[in-house]
C-alpha cells in the first residue's frame, strides 16, 4: 500500500457519526475554561488526558458530560464546531452530519438559540470546503417527555437540523421508550437515526428499524449474533456507523485485532468507520481508518469500499 495515512486522506468520505461535544480537545477545553472562568477538575491538559481512561460507556459519560460544562457562549460553540470542521477537511472528509445533545447544554441553563447559532457560524464560514449537517440527539438515559420538550424548543431551528438521533447509555433504555417522540419528529419531516448495538444486544437494533423508523444505525457492530439480522440488514443496505477506536475504548472489543468490521463488510452489510468521540478516543476519522488498516491487515479495496459506503449512507 501507498503511505498510509496519505492514501487515507486522499480518499473522499463522509464522517456520519460523529458527537461535536466529543471533539472537545483538553487544551480548548481549558482555553474555554479560562474565558468562562469555570473551574476543572483537572490541573493541567496531561491530566485530562490521563483521565480518559474508560471501563464503560457510562465512565465514558461521566467525564464527556463534565467537560461539555464549559461550553457557555455562541463563540464557544463556534469554536468548537470550526475546530471539528477543519480537522474533517484535512481528514478528506467531504460531507459531515454531526450529532449535538441539546439536552447537555439546555440542562445547565444554555439556550437553543445560543448553540444553534454558533455551529451555524462556523459552518458558513467553511461553506465550499466542507458539507455539514447537524442531527439532534435524545439523551436516552432522560425521559420520553424531557425528548418531547427538547423537539418542543427545537422547531425555530428545524431548517438547520437534518434529523433526530438517540445516545448516551444504551443499556436499560431500549428504543421502545422513544417510539411517540420519534414518530413526531418524522412527522416534522425530520430524518431518523439511532445508536443501537453498541453495549445494548441486536434486539435493540431490530427495535430501532421498527418501531423508531431509524434509517440508519449508529454502531450496530452486535448484530453479527443476529444471523437473521444481518440478512436483513444486508437486504436492505442500512447503514452502520462503526467506530472502531471507541469500540476499544468501551471495551467492545479488546483489541484492535478483534475488531469485526471487515467481517461486517464482507458479509455485505453497508458499514463504513467513524470517529464517535475523537477527542476522548484517541482518534479522528483519518486515525480510525489507519488503525483499522494497521490492525487487519486492510486492503486498500476495502479502505475504499469502506469510504465508498460512507458518502453513500449519507441522508
Same mark, same amino acid.
Given at each position: 500500500?501507498?503511505?498510509?495515512?496519505?492514501?487515507?486522506?486522499?480518499?473522499?468520505?463522509?464522517?456520519?457519526?460523529?458527537?461535536?461535544?466529543?471533539?472537545?480537545?483538553?487544551?480548548?477545553?481549558?482555553?474555554?475554561?479560562?474565558?468562562?472562568?469555570?473551574?476543572?477538575?483537572?490541573?493541567? #491538559? /496531561?491530566? %485530562?488526558?490521563?483521565?480518559?481512561?474508560?471501563?464503560?460507556?457510562? !465512565?465514558? +459519560? *461521566?467525564?464527556?458530560?463534565?467537560?461539555?460544562?464549559?461550553?457557555?457562549?455562541?463563540?464557544?460553540?463556534?469554536?468548537?464546531?470550526?475546530?471539528?470542521?477543519?480537522?474533517?477537511?484535512?481528514?478528506?472528509?467531504?460531507?459531515?452530519?454531526?450529532?449535538?445533545?441539546?439536552?447537555?447544554?439546555?440542562?445547565?441553563?444554555?439556550?437553543?438559540?445560543?448553540?444553534?447559532?454558533?455551529?451555524?457560524?462556523?459552518?458558513?464560514?467553511?461553506?465550499?470546503?466542507?458539507?455539514?449537517?447537524?442531527?439532534?440527539?435524545?439523551?436516552?438515559?432522560?425521559?420520553?417527555?424531557?425528548?418531547?420538550?427538547?423537539?418542543?424548543?427545537?422547531?425555530?431551528?428545524?431548517?438547520?437540523?437534518?434529523?433526530?438521533?438517540?445516545?448516551?447509555?444504551?443499556?436499560?433504555?431500549?428504543?421502545?421508550?422513544?417510539?411517540?417522540?420519534?414518530?413526531?419528529?418524522?412527522?416534522?419531516?425530520?430524518?431518523? #437515526? /439511532?445508536? %443501537?448495538?453498541?453495549?445494548?444486544?441486536?434486539?435493540?437494533?431490530? !427495535?430501532? +428499524? *421498527?418501531?423508531?423508523?431509524?434509517?440508519?444505525?449508529?454502531?450496530?457492530?452486535?448484530?453479527?449474533?443476529?444471523?437473521?439480522?444481518?440478512?436483513?440488514?444486508?437486504?436492505?443496505?442500512?447503514?452502520?456507523?462503526?467506530?472502531?477506536?471507541?469500540?476499544?475504548?468501551?471495551?467492545?472489543?479488546?483489541?484492535?485485532?478483534?475488531?469485526?468490521?471487515?467481517?461486517?463488510?464482507?458479509?455485505?452489510?453497508?458499514?463504513?468507520?467513524?470517529?464517535?468521540?475523537?477527542?476522548?478516543?484517541?482518534?479522528?476519522?483519518?486515525?480510525?481508518?489507519?488503525?483499522?488498516?494497521?490492525?487487519?491487515?486492510?486492503?486498500?479495496?476495502?479502505?475504499?469500499?469502506?469510504?465508498?459506503?460512507?458518502?453513500?449512507?449519507?441522508?
Amino acid at each position: 500500500m501507498t503511505e498510509l495515512p496519505e492514501f487515507v486522506r486522499g480518499l473522499p468520505k463522509a464522517e456520519l457519526h460523529v458527537h461535536i461535544e466529543g471533539t472537545l480537545e483538553p487544551e480548548l477545553m481549558f482555553q474555554l475554561a479560562g474565558r468562562n472562568e469555570i473551574e476543572l477538575p483537572f490541573a493541567t #491538559v /496531561a491530566d %485530562a488526558r490521563a483521565a480518559y481512561q474508560f471501563t464503560d460507556l457510562q !465512565s465514558f +459519560l *461521566d467525564i464527556y458530560y463534565q467537560g461539555a460544562a464549559v461550553l457557555q457562549t455562541e463563540m464557544d460553540f463556534a469554536d468548537l464546531m470550526g475546530a471539528y470542521l477543519d480537522r474533517a477537511i484535512t481528514d478528506g472528509v467531504k460531507r459531515a452530519e454531526i450529532f449535538f445533545d441539546p439536552q447537555a447544554h439546555t440542562g445547565r441553563g444554555v439556550s437553543f438559540d445560543r448553540f444553534m447559532t454558533g455551529f451555524g457560524a462556523a459552518q458558513r464560514d467553511r461553506e465550499g470546503k466542507i458539507d455539514s449537517a447537524l442531527i439532534l440527539c435524545f439523551l436516552r438515559h432522560l425521559s420520553e417527555d424531557a425528548a418531547f420538550e427538547t423537539l418542543n424548543q427545537a422547531e425555530p431551528y428545524l431548517e438547520q437540523i437534518l434529523a433526530v438521533g438517540l445516545d448516551s447509555t444504551e443499556v436499560g433504555h431500549p428504543p421502545e421508550k422513544f417510539a411517540r417522540v420519534f414518530k413526531r419528529a418524522r412527522d416534522m419531516g425530520l430524518h431518523a #437515526v /439511532a445508536h %443501537a448495538g453498541e453495549e445494548g444486544p441486536p434486539e435493540y437494533i431490530w !427495535s430501532t +428499524l *421498527d418501531v423508531l423508523g431509524a434509517e440508519r444505525i449508529d454502531h450496530g457492530v452486535r448484530a453479527i449474533e443476529d444471523a437473521e439480522l444481518v440478512k436483513r440488514l444486508v437486504e436492505e443496505q442500512v447503514p452502520l456507523t462503526v467506530c472502531p477506536h471507541s469500540n476499544l475504548k468501551l471495551r467492545v472489543v479488546d483489541r484492535l485485532e478483534d475488531h469485526p468490521i471487515l467481517q461486517m463488510l464482507d458479509l455485505g452489510l453497508k458499514v463504513s468507520i467513524n470517529s464517535d468521540d475523537p477527542a476522548y478516543f484517541g482518534g479522528y476519522v483519518g486515525d480510525n481508518f489507519v488503525s483499522i488498516a494497521n490492525a487487519l491487515s486492510a486492503s486498500e479495496e476495502a479502505l475504499r469500499a469502506l469510504a465508498t459506503n460512507s458518502l453513500d449512507s449519507t441522508l
